[in-house]
């Protein structure tokens, strides 16, 4: 009898292990995936950009006092975009000598926009059917499953940026890391082109959202892709989509392919992103502009920094870059010397 419990004991015990083996294979898996070297011979240190637990700098409270005159106009954007999720952007002058290092950014990681990841209770939440993006990145559809992104949920994050407040171009160049490498202007991580562990980021399209974005294991909502809903409330030009397929219609945004003078963020170098180049692209001035470099960017004036600057593009199909109808966030390896984004 002893030995008959024992054996039902183990056998219950292993299914127990079993569950939570699928359960964790069900979920989403961090964004942890290896990416292809296309360094080219270029000059890199290989290193990653810094993610590491930081302490509040803002308090619950914008200072834009110390922030470089070029970059004021940005900065108030990230604090006024949002009304509910609010950001807070200060500076922060670690050695005391009265010269801040750092511009500060801290978000929640929220979007003020719909998800299907909310939870069903909370107001933004919308549902979705995944099956539209078989539709929406149809050129790069090769049989994936449109599906949710495991049990993975938007939850609310404590995410810091540090920036350089003096950005430069660095002599050797840092990889972007995997996970948070930006903040877009409503406080939504910015994610480079990685995947998940054994995963392709091509399959994980099929897991976006209505805004295209998803949430990793830890609940942090972010972008690898041009963020449709953002600019659109940023004002931003884009298309209404619909196509009808076996008697269902579905409906997607797209950007238009105009929106290349948008300001959509910062990443950990203090560099600026902007949106798609997709139609073309003038300066401030309605010049042409120089050519989309290997690190997915170029300097000239812009709306938001007249006297010219550095600043990254949403990739796009034959511009900084691989040829493909997706239009990542970013390349391999950050232009400047990066700060540090933490929580």
């Known amino acids: 009898m002893k030995n008959l419990i024992i054996l039902i004991l183990s056998i219950f015990s292993l299914s127990l292990v079993g569950c939570e083996t699928m359960s964790n294979n069900h979920r989403m898996k961090g964004e942890r995936g290896i990416k292809h070297d296309r360094s080219r011979g270029k000059k890199h240190e290989g290193k990653r950009g810094k993610r590491e637990t930081v302490a509040s700098v803002c308090n619950g409270k914008s200072d834009l006092s110390k922030v470089p005159d070029n970059y004021l106009p940005a900065m108030i954007k990230y604090t006024k975009l949002n009304q509910e999720y609010l950001i807070y952007v200060c500076t ?30 909370e107001k933004y939440y919308e549902d979705y059917d995944y099956t539209t993006n078989i539709h929406k990145f149809a050129g790069v559809y090769e049989g994936q499953t449109p599906r949710r992104a495991g ?56 897991t976006f959202d209505q805004c295209s974005g998803h949430p990793e294991n830890r609940g942090t909502y972010h972008y690898h892709v041009d963020p449709v809903c953002l600019i659109q409330k940023l004002g931003g030009k884009v298309n209404e989509v619909s196509k009808t397929g076996s008697g269902t219609t579905y409906n997607w945004l797209e950007d238009s392919g105009e929106n290349a003078g948008l300001l959509l963020g910062f990443l950990m170098d203090g560099f600026p992103v902007y949106g798609p180049i997709g139609n073309g692209e003038k300066d401030c001035k309605g010049n042409a502009v120089p050519a989309i470099d290997e690190y997915n960017g170029h300097q000239h004036c812009t709306t938001d920094f007249s006297s010219g600057n550095y ?20 390349n391999e390896y950050f232009y400047g010397k990066p700060g540090l984004i933490g929580q």
């Open 151 to 206: 049990r993975n949920t938007i939850e609310e994050q404590a995410l810091i940026l540090k920036m350089p407040i003096q950005p430069t171009s660095a002599a050797n160049k840092t990889k972007t890391d995997f996970g948070a490498m930006g903040i877009a202007l409503n406080g939504v991580s910015l994610f480079n082109e990685n995947a998940a562990p054994g995963d392709e980021i091509t399959d994980e399209l099929f």
């Open 311 to 330: 600043h990254y593009h949403v990739k796009t199909a034959i511009q900084g870059g691989k040829n493909s109808p997706v239009f990542w966030i970013t």
């Open 92 to 121: 922060e002058d670690s050695d005391g000598d009265g010269k801040p290092e750092f511009i500060v950014v801290e978000s929640t990681g929220r979007p003020e926009h719909k998800s299907v990841y909310y939870e069903s209770s």
